[in-house]
């Protein structure tokens, strides 16, 4: 192919999508292992239960909040995960669908309690 504004543009084209479909691949083949623990869950974390993570908010997070979408430069999936309170769990809806692909995650768990 000769060395054109189109082929450069084609042959970057291409190496999106074999990249993507790579990933992709990579993600079907991880979608058999265990998920990571959600948080540490010892009692002697003085951490727990772990605050909200929204700005300006002191409550006890109740809930954990896990987002996997496709990052947009295309290279490879991206996991979001926020832990809230019940209130601020209540507004959280999905916030990036143009991320959407077939392994697109979006999940609300509630935390393990210590007693």
């Not at 990571?36 to 003085?46: A, F, H, K, V």
């Not at 430069?73 to 999905?94: I, K």
Request: net charge negative; glycine share 4%.
């Amino acid at each position: 192919m000769a060395d054109t504004k189109e082929g450069r543009e084609k042959q970057a084209a291409d190496e999106k999508r074999r990249q993507m479909q790579r990933d992709i691949r990579e993600a079907r083949e991880r979608a058999d292992e265990e998920e990571p623990p959600i948080l540490r869950t010892d009692e002697s974390d003085e951490d727990w239960p772990p605050e909200c993570r929204r700005r300006d908010c002191s409550e006890p997070a109740t809930f954990l909040v896990l987002e996997r979408y496709q990052e947009e430069t295309g290279h490879g999936a991206v996991e979001a995960t926020a832990a809230l309170c019940e209130t601020h769990t209540a507004a959280e809806s999905p916030t990036n669908l143009d991320g959407v692909y077939e392994d697109y995650v979006f999940r609300v768990e509630p935390l393990p309690t210590m007693e």
